[in-house]
């Protein structure tokens, strides 16, 4: 009814999060480059007790609504979504969140409101039917890789452990607040006062985030070619995989190669986040002989014309 035996069970969850208590607004603590990290960490740590396995689930992103925290969640096997739908039904992963927010922040008490939802269908109101919050979630397939903000924050967790463990090996408790070892947790993007820079045609240009002028201007010129520019970006992409590519060509048929173009850097510029910077499109232009739109895009044209 679900999934063949051969393909792997995914799916996709939103979990919303109010703290009722109102000196305590979570998204402002997401937001709080101090506070950060211990509110993920707490996410974590709850989401593993709630499946039995530090794997049985991933964030994919962390939304700031207020008043809500939106944790998108992405299951891969039906037994770990299935244990999570229990520890959801029965409290559990909400006592849990409580009790690691409590120790993060170390604050008293954190209560909290929790909303379970796959699309348009409210879990919490079906809760008692499994199969049929299995079948939600696994019809919402993720739209995203995890976002870059979550793999810099795994990172940074995993190399607190560490220090922690080098730092006492004898530590049988974890219970004091999340320490930074030496600096706080700063964002990759932030940290970067020097901007990046990348060469093209022996200049030096600054790296940046694809711009809406830079997108359009790519699904005007790029024409046929925009199929061999995703398969060079498909390198280090996975959300532009063949079968993605193909359905875009064919969904986007009637409408012609600007649209098809249009939607394919669409979809990287999506799953890629911040990553989704014009040395990687500058690269992938190179690759296929689309120099000239490459020195369009780099502002070339204006004060030299190159053939």
Not at 13 to 40: D, H
Not at 113 to 134: F, N, P, R, T
Not at 263 to 277: D, N, V, W, Y
């Amino acid at each position: 009814k679900m999934a063949g035996s051969s393909a792997p069970w995914i799916g996709s969850a939103y979990l919303f999060l109010q703290s009722t208590c109102k000196t305590i607004a979570l998204p402002a603590l997401y937001e709080s480059s101090q506070k950060k990290p211990r509110v993920f960490k707490a996410l974590k740590l709850a989401l593993a007790d709630s499946t039995g396995s530090v794997n049985g689930v991933d964030m994919l992103k962390v939304h700031c609504s207020h008043p809500h925290l939106i944790v998108q969640l992405k299951f891969c096997k039906q037994e770990n979504c299935r244990q999570f739908l229990r520890s959801y039904r029965e409290g559990v992963l909400q006592k849990s969140l409580q009790s690691h927010l409590q120790l993060s922040l170390a604050t008293t008490t954190v209560p909290l409101q929790v909303e379970l939802k796959a699309g348009s269908e409210h879990l919490d109101k079906i809760l008692k039917d499994e199969d049929h919050c299995l079948e939600c979630i696994y019809r919402e397939k993720p739209d995203r890789l995890p976002d870059e903000e979550i793999t810099e924050l795994e990172e940074y967790l995993k190399s607190l452990m560490l220090h922690q463990s080098t730092d006492n090996n004898v530590a049988g408790k974890d219970c004091s607040p999340l320490k930074s070892p030496s600096q706080p947790y700063t964002p990759q993007g932030s940290s970067l006062p020097t901007q990046l820079t990348f060469i093209f045609q022996g200049q030096q240009f600054d790296d940046r985030t694809i711009t809406p002028d830079d997108h359009q201007k790519f699904a005007k010129s790029v024409s046929k070619k925009w199929k061999q520019v995703a398969r060079s970006l498909q390198k280090s992409c996975r959300a532009l995989r063949d079968p993605v590519i193909d359905n875009v060509a064919l969904e986007y048929d009637r409408e012609g190669l600007y649209e098809q173009a249009y939607q394919m850097l669409l979809r990287f510029i999506q799953s890629e986040g911040k990553k989704a910077t014009i040395a990687r499109l500058i690269a992938a232009l190179e690759e296929n002989g689309l120099v000239s739109l490459a020195e369009e895009l780099l502002g070339l044209h204006a004060s030299e014309d190159c053939s």
